[in-house]
């Protein structure tokens, strides 16, 4: 059932709004005399409008994911525009999405937004092709509207895991890796249809996916290339792929590039006690069928790419069963057995296979360090928020700092104690009950002139500013190369700001793909996305997308206070990075050489591999590191936390979860693992673990990382602030000097064969 209400909205147009029927007339009442939000339509009846929100009915608050609208058929050329609630319950706009055909009277469009609430709103408007709203505006409950009625919102702080394929021990296995003490929601995944189109963006919310090899045959071409796309950015994936790994390489396309070798062709194996032994469980050998199972072999043992963790024969060359290998900035882990077949599927010890597969619990067994709880800092990435909204002064500009909650918590406590009892005690020991007509007004106006100069002292005149910081990773092997930003808007007017983000085409080459989004902390605390009420915000006002998710319009900036966002591009490298020769032998310590070929110089390098760090130092465009002539290895965890010898003991500096230093933020961050997790933080990384490299230098990728020369951005940002009458650029200023990460590919050495000739040197590999 659906009540329809029509209300004025702004400009004395009317916003026909539809919502679900509820038990309470409030739902009703708040639709009737809430704010008018968004888009004004020209009050025609409400269409039966379908909308579906997330991959497998589930979505994540605070991550992208897909919008799914149904509508009846619409005229060619007209499009759509889908309102969701930010952080503060601010509606914003995506960018228009076309309207297709999608059978006899309806159309779909598909978009992909980020909300910002526990409890979604969707408000979609319906453009025609002249571009001004035709249609009325529906409002509609994502989860009560939504095609499939097991849809379900995720928290931000809840991991989530995609499977595909008959797994059942995927939600054992993901409690095994979380701990009792987190949850994981595990989300099945069914091929979309046809008229759904996935993009890589659209599988931000996960952390991980398992596929099955005989399931990839549901998955259209588009969805392959998805997901292939959100691993080589940063995901992860377990393939399973045994009997089927040979179809996966007829198939060609990104799923033959899933599998660590070229060739398969299947030879019979008989016990698997290597896997029972990964697995740490017992008791899949009598399973098999009677006659075996059929797993993969490679044409050639130096086709495999990756690292074998288990086989089965003499050597790694004769059946490997476990391959980790790095895809792009991500990782896939692949298993030569299809356990969706009954005799594993059914396994009590499928679980502890699933989740050794998945990695283990190696970062949450460890204790966590105690942090200052005073802080209530949710997060790496909200501390790295926390540390974006602090503008300490520069040549130039005075400082502008957030006004601590200490002060403001003390200073409210004060003013109540000199109204009650200090003031009451006054007025009854003079015997004068009128004279509070002059106290209280002397207390009130005092604590305004000390609230007005108090924002003085902390900035509230300063000027407009813009702080910007960066995290670029290239990998050599791909060209993929991948920008992570953030831009700090600061405002001492009522002031709307226009922000687009793209690659600095003197690095990135082609279309890169963009988006940039508000920036705001995860989990229950104020102003944290999941919080059951919204941080009021000072400007309530909407905004929207231009054209793409490249460009935000007019999002509102109060007087005295900033705004944060983020962003995100992918491109391909307009040239290569690095050349190599880099191998590693069986102590898994580096040998050879690292060219860098970027355009700019890097300061501070490190070449990371394995648990070892390189000190390489300053790298000009055309210099060449050589492991053999520098310095090292030393231990990368006590480089990350900074451990040094004291008393013949070493002692790690302890983590300080108050400090505004953005570029230790970012760097512990992109290393998370490696510098010991939250077992050294005190904090999971949020947002921040796309960030996290540590897997790839654990298999066959090396990493180089440094800091580009002062002023070197490579992300460009358009930011322009508007207000008062006046329209100007911001002018930016670095929050931290740009990190700068290649990831390169190393080598197994090779090994010499009996007799006089002996392994040859290596090519170079880009």
Same mark, same amino acid.
């Given at each position: 059932?659906?009540i329809?209400v ?12 539809a ?10 009442m708040l639709?009737v ?7 004004s ?7 039966a409008a379908?909308?579906s ?6 979505h994540r ?10 509508l009846?058929?619409?005229a060619?050329?007209?499009?759509v525009?889908?309102?969701?609630e ?11 999405a076309?309207?297709r055909?999608a059978?006899?009277g309806?159309s ?11 409890t979604?709103r ?5 453009i025609?092709?002249a571009?001004e709203?035709s249609?009325p505006?529906?409002?509609?409950d ?13 928290a931000s702080?809840?991991p989530?895991?995609?499977?595909h ?6 939600a ?10 987190t949850t ?14 996935l993009?890589p ?8 996916a398992?596929?099955c090899?005989?399931?990839v045959a549901?998955?259209d ?10 691993i ?5 994936l377990?393939?399973?792929?045994g009997v089927?790994?040979?179809g996966?390489?007829?198939?060609g ?5 899933w599998l660590?070798?070229?060739?398969p062709?299947?030879v019979?194996l008989?016990r698997?006690g290597?896997?029972?032994?990964f697995?740490?469980?017992g008791?899949l050998?009598?399973?098999l069928?009677?006659?075996g199972?059929?797993?993969p072999?490679?044409?050639?043992a ?7 963790n288990v086989f ?5 060359a ?5 391959i980790?290998?790095?895809?792009g900035?991500?990782?896939i882990t ?6 969706d ?23 949450a067994e ?12 949710p ?11 602090t503008?300490?002064?520069s ?6 700092l957030?006004v ?7 200073l409210g406590?004060l003013?109540?104690?000199?109204l009650?009892p ?9 015997g004068?009950?009128?004279?509070s007509w002059?106290t209280l ?9 000390l609230?007005?100069?108090m ?5 509230r005149d ?12 290239f990998d ?9 930003a953030?831009?700090?808007v ?5 002031a709307?700001?226009d922000? *687009?983000? !793209?690659?600095?085409d =003197?690095w %990135?080459?082609?279309?890169? @793909?963009? #988006?940039v989004? /508000?920036? $705001?902390?995860?989990g229950?605390g104020?102003?944290g996305?999941?919080a059951a009420?919204t ?8 905004y929207?997308?231009g054209?793409s ?9 109060s007087?005295?206070?900033s ?5 995100s591009?992918?491109g391909?490298a307009?040239?290569p990075v690095?050349?190599t020769t880099?191998?590693?032998?069986g102590r898994?310590?580096l040998a050879?050489?690292i060219?860098?070929r970027?355009?700019?110089?890097l ?12 000190d390489?130092?300053r790298m000009?465009?055309?210099d ?8 090292g290895p030393?231990?990368l *965890?006590? !480089?990350?936390?900074? =451990?040094? %010898?004291?008393?013949d003991? @070493?002692? #790690?500096e302890? /983590?300080? $979860?108050?400090?505004?230093d ?16 939250s077992?050294y933080t005190?904090?999971?990384?949020g947002?921040?673990?796309?960030l ?9 990728r ?12 490579l992300?460009a940002?358009?930011?322009?602030l508007?207000?008062e009458?006046t329209?100007?650029?911001?002018p930016a200023?670095?929050?931290a000097?740009?990190?700068?990460r290649?990831?390169?590919r ?8 009996p ?6 040197k ?5």
């Open positions: 059932m659906i329809a029509k209300r004025r909205g702004s400009r004395g147009r009317t916003l026909t709004v919502l679900p029927a509820a038990p309470s007339i409030v739902v009703v639709a005399f809430a704010p008018a939000h968004g888009p339509t020209r009050g025609e009846s409400p269409s379908e909308v929100l997330g991959i497998g009915g589930t608050t605070g991550s992208w994911t897909p919008l799914v609208v149904r009846p058929a619409a060619a050329g007209d499009s525009r889908a309102w969701v930010d952080a503060d319950g601010q509606l914003v706009g995506s960018p228009p076309p309207l055909a059978g006899p309806n779909t469009a598909v978009t992909c937004v980020r909300p910002g609430r526990p979604v969707v408000m979609v408007e319906r025609s092709r571009g709203g249609g505006g529906v409002i509609s994502a989860v009560a509207a939504i095609a499939s009625p097991a849809g379900t919102t995720a702080t809840t989530l895991l995609l499977v394929g008959n797994v059942p021990a995927a054992a296995a993901a409690r095994l890796v979380a701990g009792e003490e994981i929601t595990v989300v099945a995944f069914a091929a979309p249809p046809a008229t759904v189109s993009t963006r659209d599988f931000d919310a996960f952390d991980a398992i596929i090899g005989q399931a549901d998955l071409t588009d969805t392959r290339a998805a997901i292939d796309g959100w080589r950015r940063g995901g992860r377990v393939l399973a792929a089927s790994a040979v996966l390489a007829a198939a396309g990104p799923v033959a590039d660590p070798g070229a060739g062709r299947l019979p008989r698997v290597a896997l029972e032994a697995a740490r469980s008791g050998t009598p399973r069928p009677p006659t199972i059929s797993a072999r490679f044409e050639a130096g086709s495999i790419t990756g690292v074998v089965e024969g003499a050597s790694a004769d059946t490997p069963l476990v980790r290998r790095a895809h900035l991500g990782m692949w298993i030569g057995l299809d356990i077949q009954p005799w594993c599927a059914d396994w009590p010890g499928c679980d502890r296979l699933v989740a050794a597969l998945l990695g283990g619990r190696s970062d460890q204790p966590a360090t105690p942090t200052d709880t005073r802080q209530q800092t997060d790496l990435a909200g501390q790295l928020r926390m540390a974006m909204d503008f300490a002064a040549p130039g500009q005075p400082a502008s957030p601590p909650f200490e002060v403001i918590a003390g406590l003013y109540c104690l000199l009650y200090v003031d009451w005690w006054l007025v009854r020991r003079s004068r009950p009128s004279i002059i007004p002397l207390v009130a106006g005092g604590f305004a002139a609230a007005w100069g924002g003085a002292v902390w900035g300063a000027p407009a500013r813009l702080r910007l910081a960066e995290v670029i990773d050599a092997a791909g060209g993929l190369v991948r920008g992570s953030w831009a700090a600061r405002s001492p007017a009522n709307l700001v922000l *687009a983000v !793209a690659a600095d =003197r %990135a080459t082609g279309r890169c @793909d963009a #988006a989004s /508000w920036f $705001a902390d995860a229950t104020f102003g996305v999941d009420a941080h009021p915000p000072l400007a309530a006002a909407d929207a997308y054209p998710l490249a460009a935000l319009v007019k999002a509102p900036v007087a005295a206070s705004r944060l966002f983020e962003a591009w992918v391909q307009r040239e690095a050349e880099l191998t590693r032998d898994g310590l050879g050489t060219t860098s970027l355009p700019m110089p300061e501070r390098c490190w070449l990371v591999h394995g648990g070892w760090l390189y390489v130092g000009e465009p055309g060449t590191y050589d492991t053999e002539a520098g310095r030393r231990s *965890a006590a !480089a990350l936390t900074r =451990r040094t %010898a004291v008393k003991r @070493d002692r #790690a302890r /983590w300080d $979860a108050a400090t505004t953005v570029g230790r933020i970012l760097e512990v961050a992109g290393l998370h693992a490696a510098a010991g997790g077992g005190g904090l999971e990384p947002r921040l673990g796309r996290d490299l540590s897997p790839l230098v654990a298999v066959d090396g990493l180089l990382v440094g800091t580009a020369a002062a002023g070197t951005r992300t940002w358009r930011v322009r508007s207000g009458g329209t100007a650029e911001l200023e670095s929050a000097p740009s990190l700068v290649l990831v390169v190393v080598r197994p050495a090779a090994v010499a064969e007799g006089p000739a002996a392994a040859t290596p090519e170079p590999t880009r």
